[in-house]
């Protein structure tokens, strides 16, 4: 019996051992394509960038290739250029993303009432944030237009101005302009994710505050605000990192200009590389760049990697 | 806040009347853009836009001398193409995170999520000089693996979230009546999926198909997406705001039905992390 039983057993423990080895490995294989390709389009190439901020590498002279050191980003800060785009790139984001979040905080607390067209209202109100960046930059330049934009005409006819605002071409206004554009654009991300929000909080919490005689201020106060605060913490961290990175609108709308009045970080990078070929310093800009934003990224990861948990 | 039930006229004044006016001021460049189009070109400079007199002279000019069918084809090729590329590979990944529980399994989770979150100016220089190394610059070929950058990372937290919702008992029964994980993955997950899918995919289509910046430096000459032919009008037409604006209508077109279609489903799957994080 024994001799009989051995060769089987043994064929049947290894058949187990494989088939628990391919279970162990099953996970790993079927992730595998999409980690690969990643790695090949995405984190070799970040590692390019950094390569490449190390170097003189200036594109129509392909040769001179030279290992210089962290002389770019010394370079960088010594750049006058370099510290008008960071003020730019913090202004810019302190007051988009506020204006953002207050805009789609209201908008969500409307949506999240009763009333007969709720339904198109909500479906119409993620326009802005679903159109191409160029054809919103077209929009807006048509708008701010000095000659026969809507925004001049408005403007003469309340008598708010004496004569028609060059908006993009006036250095003092033109930062302001594009925030305002910004703002029109993101604020739905708000107002959809703050909804869901304000959809997760039971019904029944404001029941019981209204037959305790609590005010629709204090029942915002102590339920709402803590109820969606998780999303808007959450929807803050994701705005402001994608906006900070975003600069398709204003590229289109000034170029930067005028003079260097809408420059921010990104974009300097950008051109940098663009319009001067010099793709050593532009590539120590963004490594800069990635690095002033990567403690946002970490709290955002940390927060998401619980929730994974 | 409760204010359910309201008298109908404080409900016009406090609830209706704000709505109204958030979606005037989130519609209005929309429609002003839309009206500009189809105002004559030379009443446009002289009486303003308007929407009396209405005429298509901008939209076939634009087709006539413009050639925007060309771009409108090359947008709708690098836009599939990602969407292939996209949901081909997030499949199997996101079932792998969805059902198993692995070493590394959060790291690489999380590698997923910080793709999304790197300046988008870090990956075009290398990626031009890699495409231009490997002479694919102008190409198709070139946009879809640059828009695939975003759409991988975003398409597998997407499916991560829908297959969640498919009870993992499912695959269990199935597995018990013989089949294997990835039969169990083809037959009976898959198919619960669809809805998820699609809206995943038109969701890549429609980023790829408004991406700008990709497309103005891997392509440009051969292969002009629409974007970059739109923002191409600004700088030769730059007074010609009726054919202008017809550009931007066009160009947004497609964006804006798909997303009409099925936005439901879409910020459903976009904020369920979101919400539960």
Same mark, same amino acid.
């Given at each position: 019996m ?10 049947d ?33 970040m ?52 204006g ?54 408005? =403007? ?14 006036d ?19 708000f107002?959809? =994710? ?16 209204s ?39 204003i ?25 001067n ?11 800069l ?17 619980k929730?994974?948990? | ?21 958030i ?6 460049p ?19 836009p308007?929407?009396i ?7 076939t ?35 792998s995170f ?28 290398? !990626? ?13 070929l ?5 828009n ?10 997407m ?56 497309? !103005?430096t891997l ?20 007074i010609?705001?009726?054919? !202008? ?12 039905? !798909? ?9 459903s ?9």
């Amino acid at each position: 019996m024994q001799t009989h039983n051995g060769p089987e057993s043994a064929d049947d423990a290894g058949r187990q051992s494989r088939r628990r080895l391919s279970k162990r490995i099953l996970p790993y294989a079927m992730l595998s394509p999409a980690v690969l390709v990643t790695l090949t389009i995405v984190f070799l190439p970040m590692l390019q960038t950094a390569w490449m901020s190390l170097h003189e590498y200036v594109l129509f002279r392909p040769k001179e290739f030279k290992f210089i050191g962290f002389d770019n980003f010394v370079a960088a800060l010594q750049d006058e250029v370099f510290w008008i785009s960071l003020k730019h790139t913090i202004i810019w984001i302190g007051v988009t993303i506020p204006g953002q979040m207050l805009l789609g905080l209201v908008t969500a607390l409307l949506l999240n009432q009763e009333f007969r067209w709720r339904a198109l209202a909500r479906a119409l109100i993620i326009i802005p944030w679903a159109l191409p960046s160029v054809v919103i930059a077209l929009m807006w330049v048509w708008i701010y237009d000095s000659n026969y934009g809507v925004l001049n005409d408005f =403007m003469l006819r309340l008598g708010l101005v004496e004569q028609a605002v060059p908006w993009l071409a006036d250095p003092d206004l033109a930062l302001g302009a594009i925030i305002l554009t910004l703002t029109w654009q993101g604020f739905p991300f708000f107002a959809v =994710m703050i909804l869901a929000g304000l959809q997760s909080i039971p019904k029944s919490y404001y029941e019981a505050a209204s037959l305790d005689g609590a005010s629709a201020w204090r029942q915002f106060w102590h339920i709402t605000l803590p109820g969606i605060s998780g999303v808007l913490v959450t929807a803050v961290l994701l705005r402001t990192i994608w906006v900070a990175n975003s600069f398709d609108v204003i590229f289109v709308m000034t170029g930067g200009g005028p003079g260097y009045s809408t420059y921010t970080l990104p974009l300097y990078a950008f051109i940098k590389a663009r319009t001067n070929l010099d793709f050593g310093y532009g590539s120590a800009l963004a490594v800069l760049f990635t690095f002033l934003l990567m403690g946002l990224v970490l709290i955002y990861l940390r927060r998401t990697g619980k929730a994974v948990q | 806040m409760a204010l359910g039930k309201m008298p109908t006229s404080r409900r016009l004044l406090i609830v209706e009347l704000p709505m109204l006016l958030i979606l005037a001021f989130a519609l209005g460049p929309y429609i002003w853009m839309f009206i500009t189009s189809v105002t004559d070109e030379s009443r446009l400079f002289t009486e303003g836009p308007s929407i009396i007199g209405a005429t298509i002279d901008n939209y076939t000019r634009l087709f006539r001398t413009v050639g925007f069918g060309d771009n409108l084809l090359d947008s709708f090729i690098v836009a599939s193409g990602t969407v292939v590329v996209g949901l081909s590979l997030s499949v199997t990944a996101a079932y792998s995170f969805s059902r198993f529980s692995f070493k590394g399994k959060r790291v690489l989770m999380l590698q997923f999520l910080l793709i999304n979150m790197f300046p988008l100016v870090l990956l075009i220089l290398p !990626l031009f000089v890699l495409m231009r190394v490997l002479g694919l610059l102008d190409t198709h070929l070139a946009l879809i693996i640059a828009n695939s950058t975003i759409a991988i990372p975003f398409s597998v937290w997407m499916m991560i979230s829908y297959m969640n919702g498919i009870p993992r008992s499912l695959d269990e029964a199935a597995m018990t009546d013989g089949c294997t994980r990835m039969g169990a993955l083809r037959r009976v997950v898959l198919p619960l999926c669809v809805p998820g899918i699609i809206a995943t995919g038109i969701y890549i289509f429609i980023t790829s198909w408004n991406e700008y910046l990709y497309a !103005l430096t891997l392509g440009g000459r051969n292969v002009r997406p629409i974007t970059v032919a739109v923002q191409t009008l600004i700088g030769e037409y730059e007074i010609q705001w009726g054919l !202008l604006t017809a550009g931007g209508i066009v160009g947004a077109m497609p964006a804006t039905v !798909l997303f009409l279609l099925v936005q439901k489903r879409l910020i459903s799957g976009l904020t369920q992390g979101a919400v539960k994080g």
